[in-house]
C-alpha cells in the first residue's frame, strides 16, 4: 500500500510541470475533438446501415471494426498531430507518446471485442456488454505499462479470508471469474464456428445437425469450465461434495427439467419430430386440428409450434415423448379428410352420393390419386347418413380452409338439384282420452 502512495505522489508532482500541463490541455482538447469526430462518424454509419441479416464477412469485419472504433481512432490521429506540432515547438511529448500508446491500444481493443462479440451471433450476451469489456481489458493494458498492476495485484491479493490450509483472496476470486469466462467465452465461439459449418452439410438431415450442435455446445461448455477451475488453480477433487449435491438436486427439484433435457436429445436423434413438420398436440386420432401449427425449431428444453394465428407454443420435449402427437408430415404428407352429410328421405341417395363426389371436381388442393369417394353410412333418426372422403397433400396449407371451399361447393350442388339436408326433429302425437278413462 505504501508503495502505491508513494508512486502516486511521484506522478502528481511530474503533473505540475509546465510541460505536462500543456501536454495535458492538448490531450483533453484533441480527445474531446476526436470523440465528438468519431461520435459523427459512428451515427453516419448506423443511419446509412440496412437492417440486413449478420454476414461474417472480411469486408464486415474491417469496415464495422472501423466504425466502432472511430471515436478512438478519430482521438488518436487528432493526439498524433499535436504530438508533431508540440515536437516542433521544442516541447517535452512524454505524455503524449504514452497518451498515444493507450488509446491505440483501446482501439485496437475495441476492434477485437466487437470482432469477437459479432461471431458469436446477433443474440450473444456480449454485445451489450462490448464497451464494459473494453475499458475493462484497457484499464488492465494501462495498469501494467504505468507500472500499477504489480501493486494492485498484491495489494488484492492481501485482502481475504483463511479456510483452515487453504486462502481465498480477493484476487483469487476476481482470477477465477476472469478465466471461468474467458473459457467459457471461447467454447462459445468453438461452438458458434461447429454450427456454422454444420449448417452448411445439406447431406445431413435438420434434425441430426441440430443434434450434434446442441450437443458439442454442451460438451464445450462443460469442459471450458472444468478446464478454467484447473486454469484458476482449484482442486478439481474438492468438487466431488459439489457434484454430489447437484445429482441430488437433479433427482428431485430439477428432475423435470433434467427429464425436458433428455426427451430434447431423444427427439433429435429418432427424427420423430423436426423442424418444418406439421403436428397437432391434442392427442386425439385423426384430422384433428387442435392445436395445430409448424414446427420453428427445437431447443435444449423446448420445441417451438407456431399456429396458424401466428402464436408461438413452446412445448415441454417431455410432452411430446410421453403424449400422443399427429405428425401429419412424418412419412407422407397426404392426409384423408372426411366430411359427413345427411340427406332427407324423400331425396335419392344415389343422386345425392355423386352430387358429392361432384363437389370435388374443380378444387385444386383435393387429389385425383386416391379419387373422392362417397359413402352411405347409415339410416339415423333424422335422415340418411352419408360421408364424402378425399386426400390433400398439402396439410400446412390448412385443413378446415379445404373442407369449406367442399362444404360451399356441396351446398351449392345440394340446391341446384333439390336435395335436402333436414334438420334433427321429433314428432309429438297428442291424443285426447275418452271421458271414461278420466277419473
Aim: aromatic share 8%; hydrophobic share 50%.
Amino acid at each position: 500500500m505504501n508503495e502505491i502512495v508513494q508512486r502516486i505522489s511521484g506522478f502528481i508532482d511530474i503533473l505540475l510541470t509546465r510541460d505536462v500541463l500543456t501536454e495535458l490541455a492538448m490531450l483533453a482538447l484533441c480527445l474531446v475533438v476526436g470523440s465528438f469526430v468519431g461520435a459523427a462518424l459512428l451515427n453516419r454509419s448506423r443511419r446509412q446501415t440496412t437492417a440486413a441479416p449478420l454476414v461474417l464477412t472480411w469486408n464486415y469485419f474491417f469496415s464495422q471494426g472501423s466504425v466502432v472504433a472511430a471515436p478512438a481512432l478519430a482521438a488518436l490521429l487528432f493526439v498524433a498531430i499535436a504530438r508533431s506540432a508540440l515536437a516542433a515547438a521544442h516541447f517535452d511529448t512524454t505524455l503524449l507518446d504514452a497518451a498515444m500508446r493507450l488509446i491505440g491500444a483501446y482501439a485496437v481493443m475495441r476492434i477485437i471485442v466487437f470482432l469477437f462479440a459479432a461471431s458469436l451471433g446477433n443474440k450473444s450476451w456480449m454485445q451489450q456488454w462490448e464497451s464494459r469489456i473494453t475499458l475493462f481489458l484497457w484499464l488492465a493494458i494501462a495498469a501494467e505499462y504505468l507500472g500499477w498492476l504489480d501493486p494492485i495485484i498484491n495489494t488484492l491479493d492481501s485482502l481475504g479470508i483463511s479456510s483452515g490450509k487453504s486462502r481465498i483472496t480477493l484476487w483469487s476470486v476476481m482470477k477465477l471469474f476472469f478465466t471461468l469466462t474467458l473459457f467459457v467465452l471461447v467454447a462459445a465461439w468453438i461452438s458458434r464456428w461447429l454450427d456454422r459449418r454444420l449448417k452448411k452439410l445439406h447431406n445431413l438431415a435438420p434434425s441430426t445437425r441440430i443434434g450434434i450442435a446442441k450437443f458439442a455446445n454442451a460438451f464445450l461448455i462443460g469442459l471450458s469450465i472444468l478446464l478454467g477451475l484447473n486454469a484458476a488453480g482449484v482442486d478439481l477433487t474438492a468438487l466431488t461434495v459439489l457434484t454430489g449435491a447437484i445429482g441430488l438436486g437433479l433427482g428431485f427439484g430439477l428432475q423435470s427439467i433434467a427429464a425436458n433435457f433428455v426427451s430434447g436429445f431423444v427427439l433429435l436423434l429418432d427424427r420423430s419430430i423436426k423442424p418444418g413438420d406439421v403436428i397437432s398436440l391434442s392427442g386425439q386420432s385423426g384430422t384433428n386440428t387442435e392445436n395445430f401449427g409448424w414446427v420453428q425449431e427445437l431447443r435444449g428444453r423446448y420445441v417451438v409450434v407456431r399456429d396458424r394465428d401466428g402464436v408461438e407454443m413452446l412445448v415441454p420435449n417431455q410432452q411430446l415423448i410421453s403424449n400422443a402427437v399427429i405428425n401429419w408430415s412424418y412419412t407422407d404428407p397426404r392426409v384423408r379428410l372426411k366430411l359427413p352429410i345427411r340427406v332427407s328421405y324423400r331425396d335419392d341417395p344415389e343422386l345425392a352420393l355423386s352430387t358429392l363426389l361432384a363437389a370435388c371436381e374443380g378444387q385444386k388442393r383435393v387429389l385425383k390419386d386416391p379419387a373422392p369417394v362417397s359413402r352411405l353410412m347409415h339410416f339415423s333418426d333424422s335422415g340418411i347418413e352419408l360421408e364424402l372422403r378425399f386426400w390433400i397433400s398439402d396439410p400446412q396449407e390448412g385443413v378446415n380452409n379445404v373442407r369449406s371451399e367442399v362444404n360451399r361447393a356441396i351446398w351449392r350442388l345440394f340446391k341446384e338439384n333439390k336435395l335436402t339436408i333436414p334438420a334433427a326433429q321429433r314428432e309429438i302425437v297428442l291424443r285426447t282420452a275418452p271421458a271414461s278413462e278420466i277419473d
